[in-house]
Structures are given as structure tokens and as C-alpha cells.
Antibody, heavy 117, light 107 residues
Framework: EVQLQESGPGLVKPSQSLSLTCSVT????????WGWIRKFPGNKMEWMGY???????SYNPSLKSRISITRDTSKNQFFLQLNSVTTEDTATYYC???????????WGQGTLVTVSS | DIQMTQSPSTLPASLGERVTINCRAS??????LNWYQQKPDGTIKRLIY???NLQSGVPSRFSGSGSGTDYSLTISSLEPEDLAMYYC?????????FGGGTKLELK
């Protein structure tokens, strides 16, 4: 059974970079698609981007200049980096697995990141 | 981007009641629609994919329907564990987008 687990700092200062790790067990990240979604206070949800089985990436245009998703296949982990954060990036961040043409079948439990000085 | 509008935003209901949550897309999405449940502890799971297909392990009291721009999620008989937030999400067009959520609460 695939399991995903987010980890990273819970507090980031404005203008700094947010970095999160998604550790995957029970399934290889060299298959399927692996992405990040965030849920803001007030319930809005936003797809951020994904990295594919081949290492190609796709990002939400709203974030394109600030976001990077990378991976370490030897550790079966993928990573989110979001640069130049502001308080508006405060959210719960989720990693998720998608199948081709069938998004977000499996989710991590989420990790709250607060942007504050 | 395709805008997804969910209604109602809050749905008070009684246990055993049949409940329906609606989702409208700003343009046709050809059934490329999923439904998710978020529990109070924050965990999210996919309930329905491609409009009406039940995710493995999801109780049969959940069902989905719709076409074009209008879709719905129905719970045939509300159980206590169903009290949660529900989201629709389209994937007909990138970026995938979510509805604003419906909070299902006890009447």
C-alpha cells in the first residue's frame, strides 16, 4: 500500500524559501506522477505542480517563477521548494500521487507551514 | 483557469438523511471530475473519480453523477463518520482546480 509523508519546517520567515520533503513507501516514484497541493486557511485549495515518473515537471502558472519540484529516486522522495514566500503562502501542504489521467488518488497527511517573522 | 463553484458551502443534515452536494464548472469538463473528503484531522481521501466511479474502499452510500458543467455528490444515508469537508476538482484543463468546499455538519 502506498504511503506518503510530508516533512519540513513548520515556520518560515517572509522572503525566505519554503522546502518540504515527501517520503513515499510502498510504491516507486519512478512510476506515475507526484505532486503538491496546498490548502489555505479558509478552505481554498490550490494545485501547485508535479514531477513525473521520468523527472519532467509541470507547475501552476500562478507559481511558475517561484516553484521547483525535484526528486531523489534512491531515497524514493520528492521535494518542494517555494521561493520568496509571503504570509499568503501560509497553508497546509499535501503531497499526492496521481495516475495517468486520474489525479490525486493518494494523499499524505499534510503539514502546516506558517510564514511569519 | 476553469472555476469550480460548490454549493452549499455549509450543509446541516441529520444522521440517516440523504444529502447532495453540487458543483458547477465555468465551462464543460467532460466528466473529468473528482470528489474528495477532508476529515477534521486534516486527512484527505479521494471518494469518486471520473464523475461516478467509487474509489476502492469507499462505502457504497457515496455516489457521483453529472455531465457538462453540473455535477453532484450524494450520500444516501448520512453516517457520523461522514461529517467532514467535501471538495470537487476538475482535471479537464490544466491547471486542475478545486471547488471552494462544502462543510457537512450535524443539524
Amino acid at each position: 500500500e502506498v504511503q506518503l509523508q510530508e516533512s519540513g519546517p513548520g515556520l518560515v520567515k517572509p522572503s525566505q524559501s519554503l522546502s518540504l520533503t515527501c517520503s513515499v513507501t510502498g510504491y516507486s516514484i519512478t512510476s506515475n506522477y507526484w505532486g503538491w497541493i496546498r490548502k489555505f486557511p479558509g478552505n481554498k485549495m490550490e494545485w501547485m505542480g508535479y514531477i513525473s515518473y521520468s523527472g519532467s515537471t509541470s507547475y501552476n502558472p500562478s507559481l511558475k517563477s517561484r516553484i521547483s519540484i525535484t526528486r531523489d529516486t534512491s531515497k524514493n522522495q520528492f521535494f518542494l521548494q517555494l521561493n520568496s514566500v509571503t504570509t499568503e503562502d501560509t497553508a497546509t501542504y499535501y503531497c499526492a500521487r496521481s495516475d495517468y489521467g486520474s489525479p490525486f488518488a493518494y494523499w499524505g497527511q499534510g503539514t502546516l507551514v506558517t510564514v511569519s517573522s | 483557469d476553469i472555476q469550480m463553484t460548490q454549493s452549499p458551502s455549509t450543509l446541516p443534515a441529520s444522521l440517516g438523511e440523504r444529502v447532495t452536494i453540487n458543483c458547477r464548472a465555468s465551462r464543460g469538463i467532460s466528466n473529468n471530475l473528482n470528489w474528495y473528503q477532508q476529515k477534521p484531522d486534516g486527512t484527505i481521501k479521494r471518494l469518486i473519480y471520473y464523475t461516478s466511479n467509487l474509489q476502492s474502499g469507499v462505502p457504497s452510500r457515496f455516489s457521483g453523477s453529472g455531465s457538462g458543467t453540473d455535477y453532484s455528490l450524494t450520500i444516501s444515508s448520512l453516517e457520523p463518520e461522514d461529517l467532514a469537508m467535501y471538495y470537487c476538482q476538475q482535471y479537464a484543463s490544466s491547471p486542475p482546480t478545486f471547488g471552494g468546499g462544502t462543510k457537512l455538519e450535524l443539524k
